[in-house]
Each structure stands twice: as C-alpha cells, then as structure tokens.
C-alpha cells in the first residue's frame, strides 16, 4: 500500500500563496493519478485537481484561475499551489492516489488562511 | 455543481441494517457507475469503502454493499456494528466541467 504525507505551512496570510507538497512512499508514480482533496466544516469535500504521471493535468473549475498542480518523480512528489487565497481557503487539504476513486490517502494537513 | 444528497443522519441498534442514500441527477449518478463510498472517523482521513458502486476494495468487510437505481446509490451497512460510527461520503464523476462531486455526508450513530 501507498503512503502519503502533506507538508506546509499551517498558516497562510490573504492575498498569498499556499503551497503545499505530498511525499509518496512504498510505491512508484508510474501509472498513477495523483490528487488533491481538501475539507471544510462549511463545504464538505471538495475536489481541486488531479495530475497524471504522465503529466496531465485537469483542475476544478472554480479554482482553475488560482491552482497548479505538478509533479518530482525524481523526490516522489507532488505539490499543490493555490494563489490569493481567503479565509475561504481555510481547510484540510488531503493528498490521495486515484484518478475516480481514492485508496490511498494522506493524514490531511489543517491550512488555516488568516492575517 | 451542487453536492449530491445524502441524509445528514442515519442511525440503527447493533445488529441491524442500515441504508444511506445518495442522490443526485442525470448528469452524475444517473449517468455513470462513477459512485464510491468513503467512511471517515473523527481526526482521519477518509477511508475508501466502495467504489464503481458496489465494488469492495481488498480488506473491506462485505457488510458493506453499494446500490444503485436512477438517480439515487445506496450504501448499505449490514450487522451495524459500534466501529460503524463515522461520517460516510458518496462520490460521483459527473459530466459537468468538475469531473467529481462528493456528497453532503452522513453521520452513522450505533445506538
């Protein structure tokens, strides 16, 4: 089974960046869809965006104009950018493996977007 | 895209069964076998219970089963057990321009 673990800052002001990375372990990229998922109390789940080991990627529209997602197969990560964030950006942010379904998840990391 | 439909409480007696219901439109349940379930536990991540509808992966108990009939999946909890409680999730692809769509969530009490 796949091991995953978010890594970031706990605490990002408005207007700035959140810039989160997941390390993958005791699996390979190859044939993989690598995801990110975030949670509030208010929103539920909520899908962000997905890339492909190839590259691929496909993005929530809602965030499209602010996220990126990309890929270090030589480090075995991914990482998820997310541009002028609000406090509606406040959440969980989980890393997963899966393109239509998630097995494989990280503990999730509590992004909390305040001046 | 609005999140699919689920009851926001379910709850049943050791032993029992329990159905959680999940509906959506023609556009995402209706449409596709795309459904999943996820049970997730207070401080965890979601846990992976079902998917393509009623499809267990390795590990899962089979008191655990996935229907579907139009617009609406179900996940059925059979021999309700006190590990039982948690927050159960659906998850559907949709044709709309956010591939995936989770559900409003479920909250499973044992009583």
């Known amino acids: 089974q796949v091991q995953l673990q978010e890594s970031g800052p706990g605490l990002v002001r408005p207007s700035e960046t959140l810039s989160l990375t997941c390390t993958v372990s005791?699996?390979?990229?190859?044939?993989?869809?690598w995801t990110w998922i975030r949670q509030t109390p208010g929103k539920g789940l909520e899908w962000i965006a997905y890339i492909y080991y190839t590259g691929s990627t496909k993005y929530n529209p809602s965030l499209k104009s602010r996220v990126s997602i990309s890929l270090d197969t030589s480090r075995s990560q991914f990482s998820l950018n997310l541009r002028s964030v609000t406090a509606a950006d406040t959440a969980k942010y989980y890393c997963?493996?899966?393109?239509?379904?998630?097995?494989?998840w990280g503990q999730g990391t509590l992004v909390t977007v305040s001046s | 895209q609005s999140a699919l439909t689920q009851p926001a409480s379910v709850s049943g007696s050791p032993g029992q069964s329990i159905t959680i219901s999940c509906t959506g439109t023609s556009s995402d349940v209706g449409a596709y076998n795309f459904v999943s379930w996820y049970q997730q536990r207070p401080g965890k991540a979601p846990k992976l219970i079902l998917y393509d509808v009623s499809n267990r992966p390795s590990g899962v108990s089979n008191r655990f089963s996935g229907s579907k009939s139009g617009n609406t999946a179900s996940l059925t909890i059979s021999g309700l057990q006190g590990e039982d409680e948690a927050d159960y999730y659906c998850c559907s692809y949709t044709s709309s321009s956010i591939p995936y769509v989770f559900g409003t969530g479920t909250q499973v009490t044992v009583l």
């Open positions: 005791g699996g390979s990229f190859n044939n993989n869809y």
């Open positions: 997963t493996r899966g393109g239509g379904w998630w097995e494989d």
